[in-house]
Nanobody
Framework: VQLVESGGGSVQSGGSLRLSCAASGYTYSDYCMAWFRQVTGKEREGVATIDNAGKTWSHASVKGRFTISRDDEEKKLYLQMNNLKPEDTAMYYC??????????????????WGQGTQVTVSS
């Protein structure tokens, strides 16, 4: 099982980025997928989730700005991030959740984790 994130970078406040995650080694369409983020010294925080039926959830701090989506044929996960704010600065991780059921919110319920992609938003 492998998850490889890409698309991070440095942008100014108000800018946009699109994160991508390429999954391999398992039946991607069966699983909940999610994006988490982490700032050094702080706990991991769930950003958005999407289950195998396409049901989504997003953290209140990103609602209306971030959109999670998936392409089951290409085995890819996306996070479209618009109107970025300095407080969105973090390492963003693509993660796999449970199979054939809804997405939990605890980071401990997700495995494996990709290597992460850094997002930096300057004011």
């Amino acid at each position: 099982v492998q998850l490889v994130e890409s698309g991070g970078g440095s942008v100014q406040s108000g800018g946009s980025l699109r994160l991508s995650c390429a999954a391999s080694g398992y039946t991607y369409s069966d699983y909940c997928m999610a994006w988490f983020r982490q700032v050094t010294g702080k706990e991991r925080e769930g950003v958005a989730t999407i289950d195998n039926a396409g049901k989504t959830w997003s953290h209140a701090s990103v609602k209306g700005r971030f959109t999670i989506s998936r392409d089951d044929e290409e085995k890819k996960l996306y996070l479209q991030m618009n109107n970025l704010k300095p407080e969105d600065t973090a390492m963003y991780y693509c993660v796999r959740g449970p199979r054939w059921r809804g997405c939990p919110l605890r980071s401990a319920d997700y495995s494996p984790w990709g290597q992460g992609t850094q997002v930096t938003v300057s004011s």
